[in-house]
């Protein structure tokens, strides 16, 4: 299994604003530190305030910051939200399945099994439990004050 880069984008994201909760992050700033682009990550930015993970404000003293506190973020919910939509295989597609073997293949069924497994683990780690005392990442994600 291959998580997507909005995934992995959305997790640091997550992480960066976690780390700096005291202040509202630039997206400059996430993308500096997380090794992304601006552009990519402005659209995971736009996919998480809308879904209700960070709240947004614009202008000069704009930015972003979590709109929850860390402890109630639980990783599966931010998962769900970004992997949600990518089929697991072919036959998760839908109308895009041409799988010839989808009416007496046993393996989806499976699949599914372990695909909620996967998510059921990762609702019970919360960004808190990623972030708090953890020297190493806040290290790699504080911004200095200024």
């Known amino acids: 299994m291959r998580l997507t880069v909005r995934t992995n984008l959305a ?16 997206k400059a700033e996430i993308a500096e530190a997380c090794n992304s682009s601006e552009n990519h990550l402005g659209v995971v930015i ?11 404000a614009r202008g000069r003293n704009g930015g972003i910051r979590l709109k929850m506190a860390p402890e109630s973020l639980n990783v599966g919910q931010v998962f769900r939200v970004f992997e949600g939509g990518v089929p697991f295989a072919e036959c998760f597609a839908g109308t895009d399945n041409h799988c010839p073997l989808t009416s007496s293949c046993r393996l989806r069924g499976q699949l599914s099994v372990a695909l909620e497994a996967f998510y059921q683990a990762l609702d019970k780690v919360t960004l808190a439990d990623l972030v708090k005392d953890n020297s190493g990442l806040t290290q790699l994600l504080q911004i200095e004050p200024v």
Do not use: K, P, S, Y
């Open 11 to 26: 997790m640091r994201a997550l992480m960066f604003c976690a780390v700096n909760a005291d202040r509202t992050v630039r």
């Open 46 to 56: 736009n996919m998480l305030g809308q879904t209700g993970f960070i709240e947004t």
